[in-house]
């Protein structure tokens, strides 16, 4: 990957590839998870400590079967072991549920895909009857054997006793010098086991990542899926090919998302939002008729109904507004509560203030509320209105139907129902001349 960052940890759809996997392997309700990593990869246990797995080190690289083995202590011989690969994120559970199927328990039973271009991938070999023989790696394959265009995806099922017996029986005599997994399929025929192989209808979900370009490549895939899921249920999107979903998307009903939006984390759009183009949505839920004009922010905020968000406006953590709330262009609300109907439409900055119902926050109006150690808080009653360019320097209060006259500086609480003026005093100097600068 050329990338500081192990592989399985690298990014798609704004989660680790990782986890793709074991949250697939999770659905299955198995009795254990095990996830096996190499010399050097401490960083990937640390990264996903949370999960409930059982981490297991493979002290030297061996290959892909003495991997395996490695977790085979940890497994009761009446149990099957299904294989998967933390760098083969897309697999789907519904293609996992056919690998598993109870009729096929005491089989070995392998995935397998059909490729216009197999290169790179171990292929499958099968008798004149049909029935799988053994897996050849593309470095070991005769010329023959590399136009066999069926692959093995790695992804396999196995009773354990007997997997833990093939297990000790591999070998190191390859190319590599490593003991391959897929060598377990020609010991399971000759102890005459049966093997079943089982086609995967999508080659892309079973498409592994090993450079930058590969991942790009599935986070297409992810994007067209997400994509298509939203459609299907009703959402309506400008341009399906320019949507990022990181993380899951709730909505109501006649939801309209046009181009280059991403959402990461979770996000709920109650019915009839509208969002528009390039805004960036993290973990945050905006109730129903609420319409976000282009390239706005919103980062954990609670967004009530039939509220104008935008352009331009960003709203940070913590953040909640009220029914019928107007954040326009330019403006920035962080840590802070805005009651039914209150607006701030031009170039404001409001940061931990509770913020009464129709309040008019005037452009360029600032709620200071850092000093230089620690943050403040400020409460505006209802119907307050701000003049243009005010500061309120927190910690403050300013009484209901207040009105603050344009350019003031209020650092003292502002009685209720009354004009405060807080400015210096217009003073016109006769004479005075600009200082001009001497010739050249």
């Not at 096929?104 to 799988?132: F, K, M």
């Not at 181009?259 to 183009?277: P, Q, W």
Request: proline share 5%.
């Amino acid at each position: 990957m050329k990338s500081a960052l192990p592989k399985v940890l690298q990014p798609l759809a704004g989660r680790p590839l990782l986890e793709h996997v074991i949250d697939t392997a999770r659905t299955l309700a198995p009795r254990a998870i095990h996830v096996v990593y190499g010399h050097g990869g401490e960083r990937v246990p640390a990264a996903l400590e949370r999960e409930a797995v059982s981490w297991t080190l493979q002290a030297e690289r061996l290959g892909t079967g003495h991997a395996v083995q490695q977790a085979m202590p940890q497994i009761p011989d009446d149990h099957r072991v299904l294989v998967l690969y933390g760098d083969v994120p897309l697999i789907s559970r519904a293609t996992l549920d056919r690998l598993l199927e109870p009729a096929a328990a005491q089989h070995l039973s392998l995935l397998t895909v059909r490729l216009e271009d197999p290169h790179g991938y171990g292929r499958i070999v099968r008798n004149a009857r049909g029935l799988v023989q053994k897996i050849v790696e593309q470095k070991d394959a005769t010329r023959a054997q590399l136009a066999i265009r069926e692959c093995n995806t790695g992804v396999l099922v196995a009773p354990a006793r007997q997997l833990r017996g093939w297990l000790g029986r591999l070998r190191t005599d390859n190319a590599q010098r490593e003991r391959y997994l897929t060598d377990v399929v020609a010991l399971a025929v000759k102890d005459r086991e049966p093997v079943r192989a089982l086609m995967t209808q999508d080659a892309r979900e079973v498409l592994g990542v090993n450079d930058k370009a590969q991942l790009a490549a599935l986070e297409a895939v992810c994007r067209a899926r997400r994509a298509q899921e939203l459609m299907l249920a009703g959402v309506t999107l400008a341009d399906p090919a320019r949507l990022d979903v990181r993380g899951t998307l709730l909505h109501g009903s006649d939801v309209f998302i046009d181009s280059n939006v991403v959402f990461e984390g979770r996000v709920v759009l109650g019915d009839r939002v509208t969002i528009g183009a390039g805004c960036v949505i993290r973990d945050s839920e905006i109730g129903a008729d609420t319409q976000v004009s282009p390239c706005c922010v919103i980062d954990g905020a609670r967004i009530g109904p039939a509220c104008l968000i935008g352009p331009f406006a960003r709203l940070r953590p913590a953040t909640t507004l009220a029914g019928a709330v107007h954040i326009g262009n330019f403006v920035e609300v962080k840590n802070s509560r805005l009651g039914e109907s209150a607006k701030a439409n031009h170039l404001a900055y409001v940061g931990d203030a509770e913020v009464g119902s129709r309040v008019n926050i005037g452009a360029g109006t600032i709620v200071a509320n850092y000093d230089g150690a620690r943050k403040n808080s400020t409460t505006i009653g209802d119907d307050v209105h701000t003049g243009s360019n005010s500061v309120l320097v927190a910690p403050i209060t300013v009484g209901a139907g207040a009105t603050i006259a344009a350019g003031s500086t209020v650092t003292h609480a502002v009685p209720a129902g009354k004009l405060t003026v807080a400015r210096a005093r217009q003073v016109t100097v006769e004479g005075w001349r600009r200082p001009v600068k001497p010739g050249k």
